[in-house]
Protein backbone atom coordinates (compact mmCIF):
# COMPACT_ATOMS: atom_id res chain seq x y z
CA UNK A 1 0.00 0.00 0.00
CA UNK A 2 1.46 3.39 -1.06
CA UNK A 3 1.52 6.39 1.47
CA UNK A 4 2.43 9.98 1.48
CA UNK A 5 3.22 12.50 4.21
CA UNK A 6 1.97 15.64 4.11
CA UNK A 7 3.95 18.93 5.20
CA UNK A 8 2.14 22.30 5.77
CA UNK A 9 3.43 25.22 7.09
CA UNK A 10 1.39 28.50 7.85
CA UNK A 11 3.18 31.55 8.66
CA UNK A 12 2.67 35.45 8.00
CA UNK A 13 -0.05 34.74 5.55
CA UNK A 14 1.55 32.14 3.66
CA UNK A 15 0.22 28.77 3.21
CA UNK A 16 3.06 26.47 2.06
CA UNK A 17 1.80 22.74 1.33
CA UNK A 18 3.42 19.45 -0.11
CA UNK A 19 3.20 15.89 -0.42
CA UNK A 20 5.68 13.25 -0.57
CA UNK A 21 4.68 9.94 -2.08
CA UNK A 22 6.52 6.77 -1.30
CA UNK A 23 6.49 5.81 -5.03
CA UNK A 24 8.08 8.73 -6.26
CA UNK A 25 11.31 8.59 -3.42
CA UNK A 26 11.39 5.01 -3.24
CA UNK A 27 10.43 3.96 0.03
CA UNK A 28 8.71 5.26 3.26
CA UNK A 29 11.88 6.07 4.90
CA UNK A 30 13.33 8.02 1.89
CA UNK A 31 10.01 10.04 2.02
CA UNK A 32 9.93 11.26 5.44
CA UNK A 33 13.52 12.56 5.01
CA UNK A 34 12.63 14.25 1.98
CA UNK A 35 9.49 15.98 3.37
CA UNK A 36 11.75 16.82 7.01
CA UNK A 37 14.50 18.50 4.77
CA UNK A 38 11.53 20.29 2.63
CA UNK A 39 9.98 21.46 6.38
CA UNK A 40 13.20 22.51 7.85
CA UNK A 41 13.60 24.34 4.19
CA UNK A 42 10.13 26.32 4.82
CA UNK A 43 10.77 27.08 8.31
CA UNK A 44 14.17 28.77 7.88
CA UNK A 45 12.74 31.01 5.17
CA UNK A 46 9.74 31.99 6.64
CA UNK A 47 10.38 34.27 9.68
CA UNK A 48 8.03 33.33 12.66
CA UNK A 49 5.95 36.46 14.53
CA UNK A 50 7.07 37.80 17.63
CA UNK A 51 5.32 37.61 20.73
CA UNK A 52 4.98 41.68 20.50
CA UNK A 53 3.62 40.95 16.60
CA UNK A 54 1.56 38.70 17.64
CA UNK A 55 -0.15 40.34 20.01
CA UNK A 56 -1.06 43.26 17.84
CA UNK A 57 -3.06 40.99 15.31
CA UNK A 58 -6.79 42.48 15.42
CA UNK A 59 -9.14 39.71 16.20
CA UNK A 60 -12.31 39.65 13.93
CA UNK A 61 -14.41 40.11 16.86
CA UNK A 62 -12.60 43.68 18.12
CA UNK A 63 -14.78 46.09 18.42
CA UNK A 64 -12.72 48.79 20.43
CA UNK A 65 -10.35 48.91 17.55
CA UNK A 66 -7.23 48.10 19.24
CA UNK A 67 -6.19 44.72 19.93
CA UNK A 68 -6.27 44.09 23.92
CA UNK A 69 -8.39 46.83 25.09
CA UNK A 70 -12.12 45.58 25.58
CA UNK A 71 -14.56 47.19 26.91
CA UNK A 72 -16.76 45.52 29.68
CA UNK A 73 -20.14 45.90 31.04
CA UNK A 74 -21.04 43.30 34.07
CA UNK A 75 -23.15 43.25 36.54
CA UNK A 76 -22.17 42.53 39.97
CA UNK A 77 -23.29 42.09 43.90
CA UNK A 78 -21.73 44.91 46.34
CA UNK A 79 -22.39 45.49 49.48
CA UNK A 80 -25.65 43.76 49.58
CA UNK A 81 -26.50 45.79 46.12
CA UNK A 82 -26.86 44.23 42.58
CA UNK A 83 -24.61 47.47 40.58
CA UNK A 84 -23.70 47.55 37.20
CA UNK A 85 -19.71 47.96 36.71
CA UNK A 86 -19.01 49.53 33.13
CA UNK A 87 -14.61 49.27 32.28
CA UNK A 88 -12.19 49.65 30.15
CA UNK A 89 -9.72 46.70 30.39
CA UNK A 90 -6.56 46.30 29.08
CA UNK A 91 -4.72 43.33 28.24
CA UNK A 92 -1.40 41.84 27.34
CA UNK A 93 1.12 38.91 28.29
CA UNK A 94 4.23 38.95 30.40
CA UNK A 95 7.50 36.82 29.57
CA UNK A 96 5.93 33.82 30.80
CA UNK A 97 2.62 33.71 28.73
CA UNK A 98 0.20 34.60 31.59
CA UNK A 99 -1.58 37.85 30.85
CA UNK A 100 -2.17 40.86 32.77
CA UNK A 101 -5.37 42.98 33.33
CA UNK A 102 -5.87 46.43 34.04
CA UNK A 103 -9.33 48.00 33.85
CA UNK A 104 -9.94 51.82 34.42
CA UNK A 105 -13.90 52.64 35.28
CA UNK A 106 -15.64 54.58 33.31
CA UNK A 107 -17.84 55.90 35.75
CA UNK A 108 -14.95 57.44 37.35
CA UNK A 109 -12.85 58.59 34.53
CA UNK A 110 -15.67 59.18 31.90
CA UNK A 111 -15.86 56.93 28.51
CA UNK A 112 -12.75 58.77 26.36
CA UNK A 113 -10.44 59.27 29.37
CA UNK A 114 -11.06 55.62 30.61
CA UNK A 115 -9.91 54.36 27.37
CA UNK A 116 -7.54 56.48 26.50
CA UNK A 117 -5.55 55.33 29.59
CA UNK A 118 -6.20 51.55 28.54
CA UNK A 119 -4.47 51.87 25.27
CA UNK A 120 -1.52 53.79 27.15
CA UNK A 121 -1.88 50.75 29.80
CA UNK A 122 -1.57 48.47 26.32
CA UNK A 123 0.82 50.26 25.16
CA UNK A 124 3.52 50.36 27.85
CA UNK A 125 2.84 46.43 28.66
CA UNK A 126 3.94 45.76 25.07
CA UNK A 127 6.98 47.54 25.51
CA UNK A 128 7.98 45.55 28.09
CA UNK A 129 7.93 42.10 26.13
CA UNK A 130 10.89 40.97 24.42
CA UNK A 131 11.78 39.86 21.37
CA UNK A 132 10.83 36.02 22.05
CA UNK A 133 8.62 33.99 19.69
CA UNK A 134 5.13 34.14 19.53
CA UNK A 135 3.85 30.39 21.08
CA UNK A 136 0.33 30.69 20.52
CA UNK A 137 -0.73 27.53 22.00
CA UNK A 138 2.99 26.17 22.25
CA UNK A 139 2.45 25.25 18.50
CA UNK A 140 4.17 22.16 17.40
CA UNK A 141 5.19 20.49 14.27
CA UNK A 142 3.44 16.86 14.00
CA UNK A 143 4.90 14.26 12.33
CA UNK A 144 2.88 11.36 12.22
CA UNK A 145 2.24 8.12 10.21
CA UNK A 146 -1.49 7.68 9.90
CA UNK A 147 -3.67 4.68 9.00
CA UNK A 148 -6.22 4.69 6.48
CA UNK A 149 -8.72 6.55 9.03
CA UNK A 150 -8.29 10.26 9.68
CA UNK A 151 -5.77 10.79 12.85
CA UNK A 152 -6.71 13.21 15.48
CA UNK A 153 -3.91 15.08 16.25
CA UNK A 154 -3.34 16.18 19.90
CA UNK A 155 -0.90 18.57 21.90
CA UNK A 156 0.39 15.92 23.87
CA UNK A 157 3.35 13.77 23.05
CA UNK A 158 2.36 10.49 22.70
CA UNK A 159 4.66 7.29 23.08
CA UNK A 160 3.18 5.12 20.58
CA UNK A 161 5.42 3.61 18.11
CA UNK A 162 5.46 5.35 14.91
CA UNK A 163 5.21 8.46 16.01
CA UNK A 164 6.83 11.64 16.52
CA UNK A 165 6.42 15.25 18.03
CA UNK A 166 8.43 18.01 17.41
CA UNK A 167 8.37 21.39 19.58
CA UNK A 168 9.46 24.33 17.46
CA UNK A 169 7.97 27.96 16.95
CA UNK A 170 5.82 28.60 14.16
CA UNK A 171 2.94 26.28 13.08
CA UNK A 172 3.08 23.36 10.85
CA UNK A 173 2.05 20.10 10.74
CA UNK A 174 3.57 16.93 8.94
CA UNK A 175 1.39 14.06 8.52
CA UNK A 176 0.81 11.39 5.89
Partial sequence: MRAR???RVQRRGH???RHFSDGRYGEKANALHAA???RDVLLLR???VTRREGCQIRKKTNRSGIA???RIEAWEWSRGRHIRRRDWDAQWPTHTGRAVHKKFAISKDGERRAFQLAMIARRSGLRTLARAPFLQMLERYHIIPSTSTPTRINNTCNTRERHETVVRNGYSSLSR
Fill in 15 to 17: NDS
Fill in 68 to 70: GVT
Fill in 5 to 7: WLV
Fill in 46 to 48: RRS
Fill in 36 to 38: RVY
